[in-house]
């Protein structure tokens, strides 16, 4: 089986969730690691016992790595991403593809030009919940779809934008709730549906979050080619975050995704319920002894910060309350891109496929900014 040499760009908070699948791929191995900050790639440098770089360019330059991990700021994924590609590798990004539609068009394009697979992740799909829904709606059980209502009430204190040096920005997080945190409901709403989005109206405000010039409440209906209407609501600004939820009404029935679990409602009064049982995707003990077993004291932060090992260092109770439940199954993704690799095929999650949900994020940006609707996909009428 071919062994494929791994390059991670990017040491910060998502730095763990990635390291630990590597780590478990028997026919992976992490050759480098680069970030700016020499605390974040020095540690993560221990943790795989491998080189550390501070320009990316340099790591592109090593012929013994094959696929590249980019988890930087969302601004620096498309050129990085493309330089990765040009350079004959495969990659595998951290959402969003990009700011702009015309950068997540150039991956996609850098990715044919130069023959690599290029993924994204949005590793909330691999959830059993989720799963469970959408074979009940690809099964034709829930009859069509009619529509959807969405809702994401997070907590984000401004503090989480203080600290760091790119969130809140319009030029390196290109927005915030919706690019950053609504993306995960959203891009799960419209695989759901699985057709084209026709029309984007949208509105955005910053209604409690004076340090920052990005969006921290937003509204809107998506409208797709079959008729299908969505409605949302998302918000930074509740008291803690509350489980994220989406409901797809069907001719037949309502399938209801809220946070951990699916519960799956036919009209003949037959009732399917599915929880996420994190326990069948992380052990956590394993986890605990990889982070345990190296100095890396930044990925062993991450790991806690998302909840899922131990008791969070520094964040407050209602950051961690989600975590172990929701947004843990980066293992499942990651474990399908190398399968897929292996096998010559596409993965589940490949750029093309994600453009279709940068498409919807831009636009609801768009239509927020030029306060009128946003049409999609018309010239193929
Ligand atoms: N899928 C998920 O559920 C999920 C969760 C959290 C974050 N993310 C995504 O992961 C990405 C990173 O987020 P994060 O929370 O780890 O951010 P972060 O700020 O904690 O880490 C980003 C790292 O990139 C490094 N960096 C910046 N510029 C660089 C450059 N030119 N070269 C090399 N390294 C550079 C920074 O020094 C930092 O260590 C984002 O795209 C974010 O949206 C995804």
Not at 67 to 93: C, F, R, W
Not at 262 to 272: F, N
Not at 327 to 355: C, M, R, W
């Amino acid at each position: 089986m071919k062994k494929f040499g791994v390059g991670i760009i990017g040491c910060g908070a998502i730095f763990g969730v990635h390291a630990f699948p590597l780590h478990t791929i028997e026919n992976v191995e992490v050759k480098a690691v680069c970030d700016i900050k020499p605390v974040a790639r020095e540690a993560a440098a221990r943790l795989f016992n491998c080189d550390a770089y501070e320009d990316y360019h340099d790591l592109l330059k090593r012929d013994d790595i094959d696929v590249i991990h980019v988890m930087t700021p969302h601004y620096l994924h498309a050129p990085m991403v493309i330089d990765a590609a040009n350079a004959g590798k495969h990659v595998l990004s951290e959402k969003p593809m990009s700011i702009t539609i015309e950068d997540a068009k150039a991956e996609i394009d850098a990715g044919r030009k130069n023959n690599v697979t290029i993924g994204v992740i949005s590793q909330n799909r691999y959830n059993s919940a989720s799963v469970a829904i959408k074979e009940a709606i690809d099964s034709g059980s829930l009859g069509k779809v009619v529509g959807q209502r969405i809702l994401l009430a997070w907590f984000k204190p401004n503090e989480y934008y203080q600290n760091s040096d790119w969130h809140g920005t319009w030029d390196k997080e290109g927005g915030s709730l919706i690019i950053d945190q609504s993306i995960h409901i959203l891009d799960l709403a419209r695989w759901f549906v699985n057709d084209e989005i026709v029309s984007v109206q949208a509105t955005i405000d910053n209604r409690n979050h004076p340090v920052i010039e990005t969006e921290d409440t937003a509204e809107g209906l998506i409208k797709y080619r079959n008729g299908v209407q969505s409605v949302f609501y998302a918000t930074n600004n509740y008291t803690y975050n509350s489980p994220v939820m989406v409901e797809i009404h069907c001719e037949k029935g309502t399938a209801l995704m809220e946070f951990d679990r699916a519960v799956i409602t036919y009209r003949d009064g037959k009732e399917l319920n599915v929880l996420n049982n994190p326990n069948d995707v992380l052990n956590e003990a394993e986890y605990q002894a990889f982070f345990n077993q190296s100095s890396s004291q930044t990925a062993f932060q991450t790991l806690s910060k998302w909840g899922v090992i131990g008791a969070p260092v520094t964040m407050p109770i209602t950051w961690k309350t989600p975590r172990p439940y929701w947004g843990i199954t980066h293992i499942k993704q990651i474990k399908n891109f190398y399968e897929s690799l292996t096998a010559g095929v596409q993965p589940d999650i490949t750029a093309a496929e994600a453009f279709k949900t940068q498409e919807m994020i831009c636009a609801i940006y768009e239509s927020a900014k030029k306060h009128k609707p946003i049409l999609l996909n018309q010239t193929k009428e």
